[in-house]
């Protein structure tokens, strides 16, 4: 992932709150009282100073957000073992463990998915396998009545193999009568539906 360019300005944005709290007061005492070159000079140089031990204090206590953010950024990649690891006995640690804790979940998470979904691909392979050995004819429809599997013997009967069938509906190519009455697929369908008809092709 790119660098940001925008990455340090909060560490230059408080540098600048803090030039201006240390000059401001220094040089409403200085410029009033003493304008000398000298004391000017000191002034400039002690505040200087200050800043410079400032600027380094807050780039150390910064140092933990930087490790939080390129942890979140390698989560968000994808990387589910992405961990952090701040022990710096602030609320930066307590925000750490608590990604720590929340990548761990997600991970628990997709692990368990990934566990599910293969459980029900076997299942499903099974249980193609016992309906495609099946005699009868079986298909097997969503619930807007559009075919999402044929068996041989379903093949054989209706004339079409199961990728003309896929996806289409019922009513387009099965047609049942009972003494010349068309019973249609909202009828058949139903549960516990049981009653002998005429296929028609």
């Known amino acids: 992932m790119p660098e940001k360019s925008y990455k340090n300005f909060l560490l230059l ?21 003493n304008f000398n070159f000298p004391t000017l000079t ?5 505040g200087i100073i200050s800043l410079g031990i400032a600027m380094f204090l807050i780039s150390v ?5 930087r490790k939080l953010i390129k942890a979140t950024e390698a989560l968000g990649d994808g990387n589910l073992n992405a961990r952090i690891d701040i022990r710096s006995r602030d ?5 750490g463990n608590s990604f720590n804790l929340m990548a761990g979940k997600l991970t628990s998470t997709f692990q368990k998915l990934e566990q599910d979904k293969n459980l029900i691909g076997t299942e499903r392979n099974k249980l193609d396998a ?22 041989k013997a379903a093949e054989y009967i209706t004339g079409y193999n199961g990728a003309e069938l896929q996806g289409r509906s019922i009513q387009d190519f099965i047609h049942l009568f009972i003494d010349k009455q068309e019973v249609f697929s909202k009828t058949y369908c139903q549960e516990g539906y049981n009653q002998i008809c005429l296929l028609v092709g």
Do not use: R
């Open 61 to 65: 206590t910064l140092k933990p957000l």
């Open 13 to 33: 944005k408080i540098g600048l709150i803090l030039f201006l709290g240390i000059f401001i007061p220094s040089a409403s005492v200085i410029f009033p009282n």
């Open 130 to 151: 016992v309906l495609a050995s099946m005699n009868n004819g079986v298909v097997a429809l969503d619930l807007s009545g559009s075919v999402v599997f044929v068996n």
């Open 42 to 46: 000191l002034a400039g140089i002690v």
């Open 91 to 95: 609320e930066f640690e307590e925000v």
